[in-house]
């Protein structure tokens, strides 16, 4: 049973960091694309940041130069790096494996960003 398990949410700081690991299991994981998803609340589902099973990243605009992708395939977990944190990037995070007609999701980790 193919599970993706999300941690390191929680509350941070303006300003502050939190890392976001996804942990996945009965997939090939270096075959997978790996996304991180976020929605807050009363809003729709958008992408963070994803990373291509060759390495490649791609980042929403409003996250760029503060948010950082990466995976480690020997560990079949994808990170995401949380820097200079604002209280619009409240929300839950979702981790996302594709690879080809096959999709799966986490069950989603709370991030609230207050002081």
């Known amino acids: 049973q193919v599970q993706l398990s999300e941690s390191g949410g929680g509350l941070g700081q303006p300003g502050g960091s939190l890392r976001l690991s996804c942990a996945a299991s009965?997939?090939?994981?270096?075959?997978?694309?790996m996304g991180w998803y976020r929605q807050a609340p009363g809003k729709q589902r958008e992408l963070v940041a994803v990373i291509s099973s060759g390495g490649t990243t791609t980042s929403a605009g409003s996250v760029k130069g503060r948010f950082t992708i990466s995976r480690d395939n020997a560990k079949n977990t994808v990170y995401l790096q949380m820097d200079s944190l604002k209280p619009e990037n409240t929300a839950v995070y979702y981790c996302r494996a594709h690879w080809m007609t096959r999709a799966y999701w986490g069950q989603g980790t709370q991030v609230t960003v207050s002081s």
């Open positions: 009965a997939i090939t994981f270096c075959l997978y694309n």
